[in-house]
């Protein structure tokens, strides 16, 4: 158990759909982020959240990718209109908790997979 | 922007030998992080340094943080085959153009012969 739920796991769906993954932490984070993984590479940034506010995206992200964290404790990720590319696996972070108040605690991922 | 490279990309071991990873940042750094990932799983926090030139250790493993803060190191002392999988340093920049994320190196696989 991470202490943070994400949903769904594993995702297949066709190129040009639309996807939602959520994310839920068991306690209370003022910070969460989401990564975005794919095989034989490190997490790579994609945004974060103080509370409710959305305080950074990546540059890099196209503007197909929105998130939310409309109470400032769970998170979505949507991505519209899929591309191959966007296959990998999506982690949400909460910040701080037992391990220190700048370490991210990674739940277990959602996997996308287009095709 | 901020760029954390790593290396090696890939070590195999024999069980009882040592490792290292290495980590550089192209800018100085306000703390590093190491995390460790299972294969299969997600990140894991390991370990977090944040003065200069600071030391931790971990049982068998021990982390250094440069005097420039740019760059750190990862040791193992005589591997186990549990230290399997790959570990991931990840640096928080002190410029506001590069915001308050964490950005994480691409990763040493670590593999373990027994």
């Known amino acids: 158990d991470t202490g943070v739920s994400q949903n769904p796991r594993h995702k297949i769906t066709k190129r040009g759909q639309n996807v939602t993954f959520r994310c839920d932490p068991i306690s209370e984070h003022n910070r969460l982020y989401w990564y975005r993984q794919t095989l034989g590479q490190g997490p790579e940034f994609l945004t974060y959240?103080?509370?409710?506010?959305?305080?950074?995206k990546s540059r890099l992200l196209s503007d197909r990718f929105s998130a939310e964290r409309p109470k400032g404790s769970f998170s979505t990720l949507e991505i519209q209109r899929t591309e191959q590319g966007d296959s990998a696996m999506y982690l949400c972070?909460?910040?701080?908790?037992?391990?220190?108040?700048?370490?991210?605690?990674f739940g277990a991922g959602s996997r996308l997979t287009v095709l | 922007g901020q760029q954390v490279m790593q290396i090696p990309q890939y070590q195999h071991v024999q069980e009882g030998e040592d490792f290292t990873t290495y980590c550089n940042s192209s800018t100085t750094l306000s703390n590093i992080q190491w995390y460790k990932q299972r294969p299969g799983g997600h990140p894991v926090f390991l370990i977090q340094?944040?003065?200069?030139?600071e030391v931790k250790k971990q049982k068998r493993l021990t982390f250094q943080f440069g005097e420039a803060k740019k760059n750190s190191s990862l040791h193992i002392t005589a591997t186990q085959t549990t230290d399997v999988g790959t570990y991931f340093c990840a640096g928080r920049g002190f410029s506001v153009e590069y915001g308050n994320k964490l950005v994480f190196g691409a990763g040493t696989i670590l593999r373990v012969k027994s």
């Open positions: 972070a909460p910040e701080g908790g037992d391990s220190g108040a700048n370490v991210l605690t």
């Open positions: 959240f103080q509370n409710e506010a959305q305080l950074e």
């Open positions: 340094l944040v003065k200069s030139g």
